[in-house]
């Protein structure tokens, strides 16, 4: 088990400069996590080089991007990317004239989730079949970045690589049961975990989440080796989540989203970065807070942790610039209400005795009851209902906060990590815009 281990510290600021590199492996989509960190690369004047997952034609079959597609990724990214498709997981692959795992899923219906079957291997086949093939292109992705970064650059490779939901019909249905289901729409995560359809799900989130990390970090051996070498530094980052401390009842305790069936994967994701750690390669996974992004709106009442952000920053960064992310907030409710009162709506659910008796560190993840889910489906339905336009929310600038300042306390603890496991949670995101390098962040 991992031992907790939260950044109490800011990171003395890294080394990095112009002339070094950001390697970007999993494509930008959107706004999100990685581009906290692209844009503190770009602030310290760093190369950015991104990564694509490619995409599939109707056949199925994976290409590269075309000109057009790739010069629109190059410009949300901000710098160039590397053409070679790096499409994780292995639910398309055909092998041995047997079907893919979602041709065999086209006609499952979601009432049947615990009677599904397989031809016999076609799982372990095909993930065999994705594997090699995402390590194949991989290859192709190091001699490309040997070809392009100098063997003296100071080189940070960030895994941002996640999810592995099977892509067939039939799951969208279940997961919108268990994350927002109930009543006699709730189906309990355990139950589905323990089903087929969860059985493929924990094996597809484990290859896409966790395994691609040990992939990328093997996979790049020649060229740590060049620049180590040469006295240049080569690090490892990956982005996890297994709980955030946040400010509940006005102390910081840790706390999760709960069901996170994505959670054994990200422990997966830990211990591989332990192990590259005991080998000598700097290899971290960086625990974020929850935040709300385009992927994570499946995740129902995963932004309640947010709101207490607002107190967390008026405790360590000072009034001022709590003031300033208030007012803000402020002008996002209805007449009537105030940053005051949603806070307190918020802790009202996080310090439920309901949620006390279910979350709990050594172990998580946990999966969800009916009384939880309600009471967490409610709780974000009525801080929702405050705002004035459904279009213009809270969450959506606090996780502007939080995912450039992750990015920032990410480069710059890459440098001489703590540790191969560390919790960016709301104390140390907050006492960061107090600082230099967190100044423009709000």
Same mark, same amino acid.
């Given at each position: 088990m991992t031992e907790y281990q939260p950044l109490q510290q800011?990171? !003395?600021p890294a080394g990095y400069k112009p002339g070094d590199v950001l390697v970007l492996v999993g494509e930008l989509f959107g706004r999100g996590y990685a581009n906290g960190l692209v844009d503190e690369a770009k602030r310290l004047g760093m190369t950015v080089i991104g990564t694509t997952v490619g995409r599939r034609e109707s056949n199925g079959s994976l290409r590269p991007l075309t000109h057009e597609e790739l010069? !629109?990724? !190059?410009?949300l990214l901000g710098g160039s990317i590397i053409n070679i498709p790096l499409e994780a997981g292995f639910d398309l692959e055909s092998v041995d004239?047997?079907? %893919?795992?979602?041709? $065999? &899923?086209k006609k499952a219906r979601p009432d049947d989730f615990a009677t599904v079957s397989f031809v016999d291997g076609t799982i372990e086949k095909a993930c065999a079949a994705g594997r090699a093939r995402f390590r194949a292109h991989l290859a192709r992705l190091e001699a490309e970045l040997i070809t392009r970064i100098p063997a003296t650059a100071n080189i940070h490779l960030a895994h941002s690589m996640a999810g592995g939901i099977p892509r067939a019909r039939?799951?969208?249905? &279940? &997961?919108? +049961?268990?994350f927002k289901g109930t009543g006699d729409k709730y189906l309990a995560s355990e139950t589905f975990w323990n089903s087929p359809l969860g059985h493929l799900c924990s094996v597809s989130f484990n290859e896409v989440s966790a395994d691609t990390f040990r992939y990328l970090i093997e996979g790049t051996a020649a060229l740590r080796a060049r620049n180590s070498g040469s006295g240049a530094r080569v690090c490892y980052s990956a982005y996890g989540y297994h709980g955030t401390g946040i400010l509940v009842g006005g102390e910081y305790r840790w706390q999760s989203y709960t069901p996170y069936v994505q959670g054994?994967?990200?422990?997966?994701l830990e211990d591989i970065a332990a192990e590259a750690t005991t080998q000598g390669i700097p290899a971290t996974v960086y625990n974020c807070p929850e935040i709300q992004t385009n992927s994570s709106a499946l995740f129902l009442g995963v932004e309640i942790s947010l709101y207490p952000l607002l107190s967390a920053i008026r405790r360590e960064a000072g009034e001022q610039i709590a003031a300033a992310v208030a007012a803000r907030c402020q002008a996002m409710l209805n007449e009537g209400e105030t940053v005051a009162g949603l806070l307190k709506r918020a802790d009202d659910y996080l310090s439920s005795p309901?949620? !006390?008796q279910i979350v709990d560190f050594t172990t998580w993840p946990q999966h969800n009851t009916r009384e939880q889910a309600e009471l967490m489906l409610a709780a974000s339905a009525e801080l929702?209902?405050?705002?004035?336009? $459904?279009? $213009?929310l809270i969450c959506a600038e606090l996780s502007r906060i939080v995912f450039l300042a992750t990015g +920032?306390?990410? &480069?710059? %603890?890459s440098w001489n990590p703590a540790s191969s496991t560390l919790w960016l949670n709301h104390d140390i995101i907050s006492r960061l815009l107090a600082d230099d390098r967190g100044s423009n962040i709000v």
């Open positions: 800011l990171p !003395e010069t !629109e990724a !190059e410009t004239d047997i079907p %893919s795992v979602a041709e $065999q &899923l039939v799951f969208m249905p &279940l &997961l919108n +049961r268990i054994f994967a990200k422990i997966r309901i949620l !006390e929702m209902a405050m705002h004035a336009d $459904q279009k $213009q +920032r306390l990410m &480069l710059h %603890s």
